[in-house]
């Protein structure tokens, strides 16, 4: 585990710095470090007429970093639903505003699984530009039958990786 711990802070792929070559090296990373990070780049069309970042663009940015950090455990939206016929869902949202994002800041996503349950998983969000926190979020999200769309256990493959990454 040691020699893991070492290359995974060698990876900088959880911040956007550099390309990590495996999904094993990510999900190594991932374990050590307990959170995920992913870049942004706020680009003008993410902006108001002030040159501030949208509120709702936020949002985006939280579900790409999770859809991201999903990735990086291996599992990709589309094998999601042809492989185990679910999908996963936005069920609650409590979303905190502290400080505007502006054109061309560089900010970083930070998801964190804080709970996983049968069907449901709990992940705590920020969004940071540098070491200011920026916006918080707690994010409930269920997994359903991609067919019809009512709650379903998460498929024991992807819970079983998920676990892992629960602080403990």
């Not at 995920?36 to 902006?47: A, K």
Request: proline share 3%; charged share 25%; hydrophobic share 35%.
């Amino acid at each position: 585990m040691r020699k893991a711990a070492e290359r995974a802070t060698r990876h900088t792929d959880l911040v956007g710095e550099e390309r990590v070559s495996t999904r094993q090296s990510r999900q190594v990373a991932q374990q050590v470090s307990g959170s995920f990070h992913w870049s942004v780049r706020v680009y003008y069309e993410d902006t108001d007429g002030g040159g501030v970042v949208y509120h709702a663009n936020y949002l985006k940015f939280m579900e790409r970093a999770r859809t991201e950090w999903l990735r990086s455990l291996g599992f990709d939206q589309t094998e999601l639903r042809t492989k185990f016929g679910v999908l996963f869902v936005v069920r609650r949202l409590k979303l905190q505003y502290r400080r505007p994002a502006c054109f061309n800041d560089s900010l970083s996503v930070i998801t964190q699984l804080v709970k996983t349950g049968r069907s449901l998983l709990e992940f705590q969000q920020t969004i940071q530009r540098n070491d200011e926190i920026l916006t918080e979020a707690t994010v409930e999200v269920v997994c359903v039958d991609a067919d019809q769309f009512k709650p379903v256990g998460i498929p024991a493959p992807i819970r079983n990786t998920m676990k892992m990454m629960e602080p403990q």
